[in-house]
């Protein structure tokens, strides 16, 4: 099912990622259906929902972990699910757990995912990917001393330290909860390393029940659709 | 590739810093050995004949004591699922987990077995062959315990279960390793069992990698 | 309206429409007093002929009539670890639902059998070697079959999560099939090279054909049980799972 944009749009305008009647079904149950956007260049999302809703669901099946019950994610007009590779070069995921090693220092982990990118790994440009989220003086600490703030901007550091090689995109960030555990410093120092990577042209899609301020993004409500699973399972396999 | 040597140098990194928690399956395969003259009594000839079967099966329990260790801090702490989303193959990432794996638990016994082999009393024309053996078939049981250890990673008491699971698979490798050593021992010719456990490595090293990514993708979703 | 493109399933067909749970049922109601008529007149058929009405053997006289009972039992072993495998990889590749319930039916059934096959052999190797056990090539493989059986069944009880379970275990009898092979060899290349002198009973000499019409019969009245085993705890599994969707379909609306 292609879908078909206005003739008008500028290249600049047309949507890179998007996701089509997108459903997800966790444990038995439909989090949410029926759910249709898109997003281009520079632009935003806000996931919306009460706890439990699906926000992380969403986030986890937009980054290709859980399959989608159903309905498609096109990035690049390329189906996700099909051809990840581009999507996973450009794709960078900020989930609920930190991903840090607690025995190696900041820097070490930090360097793990440069190299896992291929973006660069010296000491300088690990540095000012942590001065970003303010722990450059913190380097060489192990990660195990971090407090639980401290820990999640050296997770927010990661698409920070790993900026995408790719000319045409700059990327797609998710971020599930980004600013849990922040102070307000913290918070506007990640608000404006988004800011920073939207000028840039990346896509930002973040879930949040805490305040995070994106100018102009869409709001996705991921409240329960709360599908009959019978019905569902009709549709699926009627 | 650059994921493999990425992830290779990182968890060579991590055993140094944990220290003596890499080498514990070491010394659990050295003291297991150890408890066998205690039980069956020290008599030199018997203590011979069982000798290249009970290393051999050490080395399979060590093995998979050590195995725990391979994903489940990764995956709690959720650097597994960043792996998976890197754009490099998760394959490449789980063989390099799984030589980081061989390199800090198995070359260990390798370097052990000297010492077994005199314990428990192995006739000296069998000492070469159990070293080459070891170094030849133990990759294999890193690798083929990987598919194991990625199916239950996250499972309570994933332990046991890990050893009921792995067991069964490895029983090839622990059949032509011991039959080596043992035809050696005889004076029979022992390339054919090399030669066979040489294959069984080398399609473990090939196709568990994938196996065990197929396994942790089928865990994360 | 949304599509179901989340799985590369082809269109339509009979195993597609199979997957709804009703249908399901209907079917397996329809086709099981057929099966148990099967079972009952195959099992009546091959006991008479295999305990009562087929020659002795030259050596073991009538201790080769367990033969009937034993090795049907262990080709059923297989067949039930064939069908945990083919059941995984369906379940893995096309996700069909049905997939997953059979095979979380059929490895206590495969347990079974090849405990039958075990226990049997076992019976039959007092007589024949003087021993209730020996490491014999075939004994000793399914006795590993055995322990794999229980590993895809713990596999499945390892995680609270069902979906988990199911995906795991059938990787797990995806590897294991693939690895079976392997193991027979081995086992076969060991027992040969440490029991050069014994010649097993248990090994497919030619049969004289009125030895083989009982064993065929009695194969077949097998697989007519594993049949009828396999829809019966397959049923029963549908209906729980239905219950359990039902319950917590009540959970998520009491929430809201």
């Known amino acids: 099912m292609r879908r078909r944009w206005p003739r008008n749009l500028a290249p600049d305008q047309m949507p890179i990622l998007d996701v089509q009647y997108l459903a997800c079904r966790r444990g038995g149950r439909i989090l949410f259906a029926g759910l249709d956007f898109s997003l281009s260049k520079g632009e935003a999302a806000l996931a919306l929902g009460h706890n439990g809703a699906g926000k992380s669901s969403l986030l986890r099946v937009l980054a290709g972990l859980i399959p989608p019950f159903t309905g498609r994610i096109l990035w690049n007009d390329e189906d996700t699910r099909q051809e990840p590779y581009d999507f996973r070069a450009a794709l960078r995921y900020v989930g609920h757990a930190d991903g840090l090693q607690t025995n190696l220092t900041v820097i070490q982990n930090l360097r793990y995912w440069a190299a896992l990118y291929s973006a660069p790994t010296e000491r300088l440009a690990l540095t000012d990917a942590l001065a970003a989220v303010g722990l450059d003086d913190l380097a060489d600490l192990p990660a195990r001393m971090l407090s639980a703030g401290q820990r999640r901007r050296l997770a927010l550091a990661r698409p920070i330290a790993t900026p995408s090689t790719n000319a045409h995109t700059a990327g797609l960030w998710l971020l599930d909860e980004p600013t849990v555990a922040l102070d307000r410093p913290s918070i506007a120092r990640i608000e404006s390393a988004i800011a920073e990577f939207r000028e840039r042209g990346g896509i930002v899609i973040a879930s949040t029940n805490a305040p995070l301020t994106l100018p102009g993004a869409q709001e996705i409500d991921v409240s329960a659709t709360v599908l009959d699973l019978e019905d569902a399972f009709e549709d699926a396999y009627a | ?221 | ?256």
């Open chain 3, 1 to 256: 309206m949304a599509e179901a493109t989340a799985s590369p399933n082809p269109s339509g067909g009979f195993w597609h429409r199979l997957a709804n749970p009703a249908r399901f049922q209907r079917l397996s109601a329809w086709l099981m007093p057929w099966l148990v008529l099967i079972t009952v007149g195959c099992f009546g058929a091959g006991l008479y002929f295999g305990l009562y009405a087929s020659p002795i053997d030259y050596q073991q006289k009538d201790t080769v009539r367990i033969m009937y009972v034993h090795v049907p039992a262990a080709w059923l072993a297989m067949m039930s670890y064939s069908t945990l495998a083919i059941s995984g990889f369906v379940a893995l590749i096309w996700r069909h639902p049905l997939a997953d319930v059979a095979g979380a039916a059929t490895a206590p059934i495969g347990a079974v059998f090849t405990f039958l096959a075990l226990f049997t052999g076992a019976i039959w190797g007092q007589p024949t070697w003087g021993t209730w056990w020996v490491w014999d090539a075939r004994l000793t493989s399914v006795l590993i079959l055995f322990f794999m059986f229980l590993g895809y069944i713990a596999i499945r009880n390892a995680f609270d999560d069902r979906a988990r379970a199911g995906r795991a275990a059938s990787l797990l009898a995806v590897v294991g099939i693939v690895i079976l092979p392997i193991i027979k060899f081995s086992v076969d290349w060991w027992n040969t090279l440490h029991q050069p002198a014994s010649v097993s009973k248990l090994s497919g000499s030619s049969l004289d054909p009125a030895m083989l019409r009982p064993l065929l019969i009695m194969a077949v009245a097998y697989m007519a049980l594993f049949g009828v085993l396999l829809l019966l705890r397959m049923r029963l599994e549908l209906t729980r799972r239905q219950v359990e969707a039902l319950q917590m379909a009540r959970a998520g609306a009491s929430a809201s």
């Open chain 2, 1 to 221: 590739m650059t994921a493999f040597w990425a992830t290779l140098a990182r968890d060579l990194l991590i055993a140094r810093r944990e220290g003596g928690e890499s080498l514990l399956a070491v010394i659990f395969f050295v003291l297991g050995a150890m408890l066998f003259p205690l039980g069956v009594g020290p008599e030199g000839s018997l203590l011979a004949l069982m000798a290249a079967g009970v290393i051999w099966v050490m080395a399979l329990l060590a093995t998979l004591l050590a195995l725990d260790r391979l994903f489940q801090a990764d995956w709690r702490d959720g650097t597994l699922e960043l792996m998976a989303l890197a754009p490099d193959s998760l394959t490449l990432v789980v063989a390099a987990k799984c030589l980081a794996h061989w390199l800090v638990t198995g070359l260990p016994m390798v370097i052990a077995a000297p010492i077994m082999a005199l314990l428990l009393n192995l006739p000296p024309e069998g000492w070469p062959a159990l070293l080459a053996t070891l170094l030849i078939g133990s990759p294999a049981l890193s690798f083929i315990g990987a598919i194991c250890a990625a199916l239950i990673v996250g499972a309570r008491r994933g332990g046991v279960l890990m050893t009921l699971l792995a067991l069964p698979l490895y029983i090839p490798t622990l059949i032509f390793g011991a039959g080596a050593v043992q035809a050696a021992i005889g004076g029979f010719d022992a390339s054919g069992h090399l030669a066979a456990l040489a294959a069984i490595t080398l399609a473990a090293a090939a196709l568990c990698p994938w196996a065990a990514a197929a396994a942790l993708r089928q865990a994360m979703e």
